[in-house]
């Protein structure tokens, strides 16, 4: 049974950092795209990276370039979202996705 339990959100003060963990059981992570989403309510979630497999071609939208990025362990089978530069619009839940598979969600608050 394939599982994926994020971890890491809170709140943090714009500017601040955050790095969201994804630990995935089943599968090994190294074998296939992985992907963070986001979603605040009434909303469709939305991409903000992806790491493709095979190689380590990466995708951000505009919104987060420069300041996110993704990674992920194959020792450990943990993918990782560092965020960097955080603002009050990146105030969402974040959901990381492996396969069809997807984790439950952690709450990032950015607010001072």
């Known amino acids: 049974q394939v599982q994926l339990v994020e971890s890491g959100g809170g709140l943090v003060q714009p500017g601040g950092s955050l790095r969201l963990s994804c630990a995935v059981s089943g599968l090994p992570v190294s074998q296939y795209t992985v992907a963070w989403y986001r979603q605040t309510p009434g909303t469709d979630r939305e991409l903000v990276a992806a790491?493709?497999?095979?190689?380590?071609?990466?995708y951000y939208p505009d919104s987060v370039k420069g300041r996110f990025t993704i990674s992920r362990d194959n020792v450990n089978n943990t993918a990782f979202l560092q965020m960097n530069s955080l603002k009050p619009e990146d105030t969402a839940v974040y959901y990381c996705?492996?396969?069809?598979?997807w984790g439950q969600g952690t709450q990032v608050t950015v607010s001072s």
């Open positions: 996705k492996y396969l069809q598979y």
């Open positions: 790491l493709y497999e095979p190689g380590t071609y990466t």
